[in-house]
Structure formats: C-alpha cells, structure tokens
C-alpha cells in the first residue's frame, strides 16, 4: 500500500512533512509497523513488519491482524476476538500497550513481543489504527531507544491524522470565511492555545475572519477588533513581513511586555491570554499573498520548533488553497447567476391576466442551473406562457437556455401555430443544430374569447405538470398531455385544452421547487398542491413569495415559478 494514499486522496498539495516522516519510519524503524482500518483489516506494513511475522505484505493486506497474528494468548491458548486488546483500541479510540504477548507467525509458532497501538483519528472519528511491535529477546541495547521511537512514531501519527482532518474539512468548505473558522477549530487546542486568521479585503486593510481559543466562551465574551490597518504596524514585524512574501516566521521565544510583536498586533489577545510562542504564517495560492495566519502558545515549557513551523506551513498553503477556491467558485457562480437574470425577461402588463414570476438559485452546494420562463403577447391576441430547465449547470447551461429560449419564442413569433406543433418544430431544431443536452419546457396560450372566458392551451415536453387552482376546487395537476424531453427530432406532441374560471390561478415551476433528495416526486407534488391551497386566497405576488418561503428549504437545485392568474 502506498502510505501517501490517505493525504493525495483529500489535498492537490504534496503532504511534505507528514508523508516523509512516516515514509521514513516506515522503511528504516527497528520494530514491525502495521496500520489497519477501523475493522481491524491490514492496510499497510513496512519491511520490518514483513521479517518478524513471516508474511509478505501481499499477504498481510486486507486480511484481520487479530486472526493472523494476534489470536493465542502466552500459553498458547485461543483469544477470543472479544479480548483482543489490539482490536480495542479502534473501538474505544484509547491507546494501549502490551509486555511480552504472544504473536503467530505465517508457520504457526509463536514468539514473544512487545506492542504499541494508537488510534488514527480524522474529523473526530476512528479511522483505524497503527501498532508498532518488536521481539521481546531485543537486546538491552536497543531498549533504550524504543521509547523515543515511538515517541517520534506518534507525533507523526497525530501530525498525519491533523493533516488529514484539515485537507477533509476544507475541501467542503463554501465561503473564505468559514474555511478559516474551520482552521481555527482544528489548531486550537491541538496546536495552539489560541489563533487568528486574517484577509487581505484591500492592500492596506486586513479583516479578521477567524478566531480560536480553548475556552471559546472566553473568546466571545471579550470579543476582538474585526479590522486593523497593516499601516499600524512597522515594516519590520512578522505580520507584515510574511504579507510582503517573506514568511512563514517561528517566533520562539516572546517577551511578556506588551511591544513584542504580538502584543503590537493583538493587544487584546495578547492582555487576556498571552504568549510565549508563536508561528506566523502567510495564505498564499496561486503565488498571491490572500491573508496571514498566527498561532500562539503561552506554555513557555511547549515553544514552538521547527517541526511545527513545517507543520502549520503546510495547514496554511491547505487552508489557503480552500479560500482561493471558495472565491474562485463564487465568482464563477456570480457569473453565470447575472448571466441567466439578465436573459429572464420583464412580464409583459396584459389585460385581463395578472402575471409573476420568481427565480431563485440553487444553495451554495450547486451552480447556476439552465432554468428559463418566458411570457409575451402574440399577434392573435392572447398570451403565451413558457418554462423550461436545460439540463446541467454552470455558465453553459445558462447560455443553452438562452438560446432554446430565443429560438422558441422565434417559433411563435415568426410562425405561429399551436403549442403541440410549435414544440415538435422545436424538437427538429434542436436536432439539426446538435445541441445534445437534455431539455424540458411548457408552452401555454392563454386565450381569451369573445365571451370574456379565458382558455389555457398547452403542450407539455417533459416538464413537472402545471398546477390549476379554481375557486371552490381541489388544486389540479394538469398531468395530462405528457410527452418526452426536447430535443428528440421527429416526436409527435399532444396538447391540452382548459377554461380558467374567474379567480383561478396557474402555476407554472422547474423541478427544483418539488424534488427533494430521498423522497419521491409524488410526495413534492402533494406536498405543492396542500401550499398551494393554503396560499390561494393571497395576491399573486405574495403567492409565489409564499410558495418559495414554504417549498424552497432543502433545494439542491434552481427554482422558476410563473404563475397567471384571471381576475
């Protein structure tokens, strides 16, 4: 097993410190290393390993290391697999040790050792665990070594294991913010009694976004100062010489009077808190300084080292990486959400119809999505209706959904005709201009006849059906026509036909307002018609602001309503 495979799997950045510590120790310790998974399942050895028990590491992957190696006690006898001390520790995530038990090697015999095993922690959860064993008859002068060893072999096991919990917990992170706050809550107390993090908003003003402290009690009862000028403080210290590229700073050793450098840039933390140590290191991507981050220590018998400098390093580039990718996702969803609003149309004021409509992107977790509604007069006199959803999401589904949309309305325009024959003309254009994507839509008439009653003629391709609401009636799916998607070529197409009474209103809205994950459609749509009911009697405006308040929690994708109602 490649032992890097737990780190590249989480970051784009190389684990540099964590992975060639334990690479080294891996290959050159003098005692066997084996790490399993939370079952108890080998999922990597090293050479000494391999000696000791007789296997090769073929062999020892994959399989439990309670019923290879560890399943006799000292007298021989079987050990059950609920007294394997070994599997233990991944239950209860407490390390233990073991004096002169027994290990089976691949021939059946048995030989004394002496054992070691730490949980692997990640994001607050036993992933697995690391034991390290020699042969008990080592020689005396090799005892003395082992606790140091170990020692060593430990604090890279809980460097990996904070390494591994940042890359986690920063990947899913969707705002500069809160990846900082999510670093804070992963140093502090770990690596620091106290933290902050900062960003640059203007070249000579830094926010701070981020605090941690050990007693986050303590930390909002006094609060902090949210912004501070780079300008106050002189050229020379570490704050502004890591924000000019030169950092990352160890500060060893901190004077307690208040002019060292983190009193000068942290007065209040520094009064209530202290220092006596500290890491001052720059968030940088894309060979851009974003903002600065400082981790303290007041224990002055726990100063920083070298080691920590590599380690929090590597914690800021991750953290830095995640901010960078959280602004360039915002800007890209900015993009595509102005792109798709400025293509939305203004309603058209038709007499005799009342008109709204609403959009609304998907959460923060999804782009922009390829949703459209459309409403305009027609030569004839009466008013077309349309919704539709492009398949997919970004910037280019926002401009498919231009184009479909334009082309459609070109189709009513230009051509005329019914809405079944104006979709299958659709169909056919689409087709020869190869746009693959899926598409849905309703095209809807509402036409009004000399008698004053109004008629909505629609055809449907696809789309969630439109839901009628008549006074003094049950909410009505028009389920019924319903044809395939767009985009299918030569697809005959039906069409409804249906008087709206006085009163009645029409919603027309992409799926995003009715599907939710684990449940079924049938359910969104119940769920729709009980809202819609109870919302029939508000102006159209607030219906549909209602209706988005109600239905809109939970949506993983964009949500359309328009809706037309017949005074």
């Not at 520094?270 to 006596?276: K, N, Q, S």
């Not at 459209?372 to 910037?395: C, K, N, S």
């Not at 009163?503 to 684990?518: A, F, P, Q």
Request: charged letters at 25%.
């Amino acid at each position: 097993m490649d032992i890097h495979e737990p780190l590249q799997g989480r970051s784009s950045e190389k684990p540099r410190v964590a992975s060639a510590l334990l690479e080294a120790l891996f290959t050159s310790l003098d005692a066997g290393v084996c790490a399993t998974d939370a079952e108890g399942r080998v999922t990597a050895c090293n050479p000494e390993a391999e000696r000791l028990l007789g296997y090769s590491a073929a062999e020892l992957l994959g399989r439990p290391i309670h019923e290879l190696v560890h399943h006799r006690r000292s007298d021989g006898r079987p050990l059950p697999y609920e007294e394997c001390r070994l599997l233990a520790v991944a239950r209860t995530g407490c390390p233990d040790r073991g004096e002169n038990e027994m290990f089976v090697r691949r021939d059946g015999t048995l030989f004394p050792v002496s054992w070691s095993s730490a949980p692997i922690v990640v994001d607050g959860v036993v992933t697995g665990t690391v034991v390290v064993f020699e042969h008990a008859s080592c020689s005396l002068a090799v005892q003395p070594a082992r606790p140091a060893e170990l020692t060593v072999l430990a604090e890279a096991n809980a460097r990996l294991g904070l390494l591994e919990e940042a890359s986690a917990v920063l990947v899913s992170a969707l705002e500069p913010r809160e990846a900082l706050r999510r670093l804070a809550r992963i140093v502090v107390p770990r690596l620091a009694d106290w933290s902050v993090a900062e960003l640059l908003v203007e070249p000579d003003r830094l926010e701070r976004v981020a605090a941690g402290h050990h007693n986050a009690d303590r930390l909002a009862e006094y609060g902090f100062q949210w912004q501070l000028s780079r300008t106050n403080l002189t050229a020379g210290h570490p704050l502004v010489r890591v924000l000019h590229g030169e950092g990352p700073i160890l500060l060893e050793r901190i004077e307690p009077h208040a002019q060292n450098p983190i009193g000068a840039a942290y007065p209040e933390f520094f009064a209530r808190f202290g220092a006596t140590s500290a890491i001052v290191a720059p968030l940088t991507a894309r060979h851009h300084v974003l903002g600065a981050v400082t981790l303290v220590r007041n224990d002055p018998d726990r100063p920083y080292g070298k080691e920590d400098l590599r380690l929090v390093t590597d914690l800021a580039g991750r953290a830095a990486l995640a901010v960078d990718n959280t602004r360039l996702f915002a800007a890209q969803r900015q993009l595509g959400e102005a792109m798709q609003r400025s293509l939305l149309p203004r309603l058209p004021k038709v007499e005799g119809l009342e008109l709204a409509a609403r959009y609304v992107p998907a959460g923060e977790a999804a782009q922009v999505g390829g949703d459209w509604y459309d409403a305009f007069p027609l030569p004839e006199g009466d008013t077309a209706l349309v919704i539709g959803d492009v398949a997919g999401h970004g910037v280019r589904s926002a401009a498919l959904m231009a184009k479909v949309r334009n082309m459609l309305r070109a189709l009513v325009v230009d051509r005329g005709g019914v809405p079944s024959v104006v979709l299958g003309r659709l169909d056919r254009a689409l087709r020869h201009l190869d746009v693959a994507d899926m598409a849905t839509g309703i095209l809807g008439y509402v036409e009004s006849s000399r008698s004053g009653r109004s008629w909505l003629r629609w055809a449907n391709a696809g789309h969630p059906p439109p839901l009628l609401l008549t006074p003094g009636r049950r909410p009505r799916l028009l389920d019924q026509p319903a044809d395939l998607v767009l985009g299918l070529g030569h697809v005959p197409r039906e069409e409804g036909r249906i008087l709206l009474p006085s009163g009645s209103t029409l919603l027309m809205y992409t799926d995003g307002l009715v599907e939710r994950r684990g449940l079924t459609l049938d359910v969104g749509l119940a769920r729709l018609r009980r809202t819609a009911l109870a919302l029939a009697d508000c102006p159209l405006e607030d219906f549909c602001d209602a209706v988005l308040e109600r239905m809109g929690t939970g949506a993983s994708d964009d949500i359309t309503l328009l809706a037309a109602r017949v005074p």
